[in-house]
Structure formats: structure tokens, C-alpha cells
């Protein structure tokens, strides 16, 4: 909080980065924006000029993320292809992180707007439900609906073996687009 005295805007921006920087889990844009005074939109405003400006942050739908940089790759990334039907999200992203995977993001190739990227950063169960319970509860169309199901996902994990047992997984329920 600021104690009665309002922060300017660079003042604001710097504190946003110090929290991001401290966070182990995404803070909501409400919640930096009670901590500051200022609304929600100022925050986003904010991150968007923080983001111009290089900073690593990350919005998610449970809010925003700092991206530390590493001095050395400790994850495995890959680039998953799926298909499934609306009702088999929570299905698809559960088995993911059941072995161990973070889902990064999800990425569909629209007609109009070529690729589209979203960021999800799921990595357990409980984050999962959030993130599903979210969509139903916003009634918002998974970018996989715009695609008839065909998405990808980038995920992460600590061993290639996570990947290609998830990989497995995925096959079994008749999820992973094999080439």
C-alpha cells in the first residue's frame, strides 16, 4: 500500500516489477491495482509499457508472472500437436501435468489472424481446475473451438522421459496429433 501518498507512474511501474520479481505465482492485475490505488486497467496499462520496454512479464489468466532469466536451461521445451473436443480439456492438460509437464501455452493457426498464443502456465492439478473453472465460469471459447480442436501446446519439463510419457498418454486417449 502506499500510506495516503499516491504513486506516480513510474513509481508504480517500479513497485509492479519489485512484487512480479518476488512472486512465486501469478498476482492478479486487481490485486497490484489495491496495492497501488489505481484500477485494474491503469495496472494493465502499466504492464504493457513494461513489456515494451523488455521486461519479461507474462499475463495469465490467473494474472501476471515475472520470467526470471536463466543462466542455464534447466527445462526441456516441446511443442505438442492435439485435437480433441472442448469437453476433453481438462482431460488433455491433466494428463500433462500428471507427468511432471508444465503447459506453457496453447497456439492455434487462425484463418485471418495467423497464429494466435495464449499463455496458460499450468504445472499441477489444482491449477488446472482454476484455469478450467475460469473458462466456464467467463464462458469464454477455448482457442481450440476456433480450429474445429486442432491446437498445439509448448510445454516443459525437468526430463525428456516426462515428455514422451505424457506423449503416450496423449496417444491412448486419442488426444496427440501424430505425424
Known amino acids: 500500500m502506499t500510506n495516503g501518498k499516491k504513486m506516480s507512474g513510474e513509481e508504480r511501474r ?3 516489477i519489485k512484487t512480479l520479481k518476488k512472486a512465486e505465482d501469478p498476482i492478479p492485475g486487481a490485486q497490484l491495482g489495491h496495492q497501488t490505488e ?12 513494461l513489456k515494451a520496454t523488455g521486461e519479461p512479464i507474462v499475463a495469465t489468466s490467473r494474472g501476471y508472472l515475472y520470467i526470471h ?3 542455464k536451461p534447466t527445462k526441456i521445451e516441446k511443442v505438442i500437436a492435439c485435437i ?11 494428463i500433462l501435468v500428471d507427468h511432471g509437464l508444465t503447459v ?15 499463455s496458460i502456465m499450468v504445472s499441477n492439478r489444482n491449477e488446472v481446475k482454476k484455469f478450467i473453472e475460469h ?3 467467463t464462458s469464454a471459447p477455448l482457442l481450440s473451438e476456433l ?6 501446446h509448448t510445454v516443459l519439463a525437468t ?10 498418454a496423449l496417444k491412448k486417449a486419442k488426444i496427440l496429433v501424430e505425424s
Open 104 to 118: 506453457k501455452d496453447v497456439k492455434i493457426e487462425h484463418p485471418v489472424y495467423g497464429d494466435l498464443t495464449a
Open 147 to 152: 480450429t474445429e480442436g486442432i491446437h498445439l
Open 84 to 94: 480433441h473436443s472442448s469437453d476433453q480439456a481438462e482431460e488433455e492438460l491433466n
Open 14 to 16: 517500479q513497485f509492479i
Open 69 to 71: 532469466p536463466q543462466a
Open 135 to 137: 473458462i466456464r465460469e
Open 38 to 49: 489505481v484500477s485494474r486497467q491503469v495496472i494493465v496499462g502499466d504492464v504493457n509499457l
Open 159 to 168: 526430463e525428456q522421459q516426462q515428455i514422451d510419457n505424457a506423449e503416450q
